[in-house]
T-cell receptor, first 112, second 112 residues
Framework: DAGVIQSPRHEVTEMGQEVTLRCKPISGHDYLFWYRQTMMRGLELLIYFNNNVPIDDSGMPEDRFSAKMPNASFSTLKIQPSEPRDSAVYFC??????????FGPGTRLLVL | GESVGLHLPTLSVQEGDNSIINCAYSNSASDYFIWYKQESGKGPQFIIDIRSNMDKRQGQRVTVLLNKTVKHLSLQIAATQPGDSAVYFCAENGGSSYKLIFGSGTRLLVRP
């Protein structure tokens, strides 16, 4: 299995631009999670989906952040407009059941 | 006030020695626990998990111990190798089957 796939691996953009992060979960996994990791706050859960339906988005910081899962093999996390404080590593993880999560390699986002 | 960055505790061990990484969890309702290893520039990698009906579980070179009385979790790594150098995170499910709550992590440094 290829594992969780994320793209792009690195993104550098200017403040105010739209950023779209992509994730392909492991085939057959019903749960998908988006996390953000920073030195200041560690690993934070932003949102998770079950069978393509958003279940808990309480970790999404602001309305500038949105996430979708149009089908079982694809999810996006969008930031519009981006700000320098959004700079972080964004991870996608998937799970075949309710607990054990398998992480992707992350997208390193830098907003100038 | 001034913000303080996340300070990771560090464990330094000699190659070949055993390592013990400790974690105190917060929620007495947690019934599932998991350890992740994160190498520089990579996503967290699943190591081993344990349910609350067990107090010990062994994997390849790793052992997880759970003490529910004092809400303490530990990860033991036998014959530590340079490739074990990473940040190790414990996580608990908080009694929920859907989300994991991550600790702040411990950095393991292996001296040659």
């Amino acid at each position: 299995d290829a594992g969780v796939i994320q793209s792009p691996r690195h993104e550098v953009t200017e403040m105010g631009q739209e950023v779209t992060l992509r994730c392909k979960p492991i085939s057959g996994h019903d749960y998908l999670f988006w996390y953000r990791q920073t030195m200041m706050r560690g690993l934070e859960l932003l949102i998770y989906f079950n069978n393509n339906v958003p279940i808990d988005d309480s970790g999404m910081p602001e309305d500038r952040f949105s996430a979708k899962m149009p089908n079982a093999s694809f999810s996006t996390l969008k930031i519009q407009p981006s700000e320098p404080r959004d700079s972080a590593v964004y991870f996608c993880a998937s799970s075949p059941r309710q607990e054990t999560q398998y992480f992707g390699p992350g997208t390193r986002l830098l907003v100038l | 006030g001034e913000s303080v960055g996340l300070h990771l505790p560090t464990l330094s061990v000699q190659e070949g020695d055993n390592s013990i990484i400790n974690c105190a969890y917060s929620n007495s309702a947690s019934d599932y626990f998991i350890w992740y290893k994160q190498e520089s520039g990579k996503g967290p990698q699943f190591i081993i998990d344990i349910r609350s009906n067990m107090d010990k579980r062994q994997g390849q070179r790793v052992t997880v111990l759970l003490n529910k009385t004092v809400k303490h979790l530990s990860l033991q790594i036998a014959a530590t190798q340079p490739g074990d150098s990473a940040v190790y995170f414990c996580a608990e499910n908080g009694g929920s089957s859907y989300k994991l709550i991550f600790g702040s992590g411990t950095r393991l440094l292996v001296r040659p």
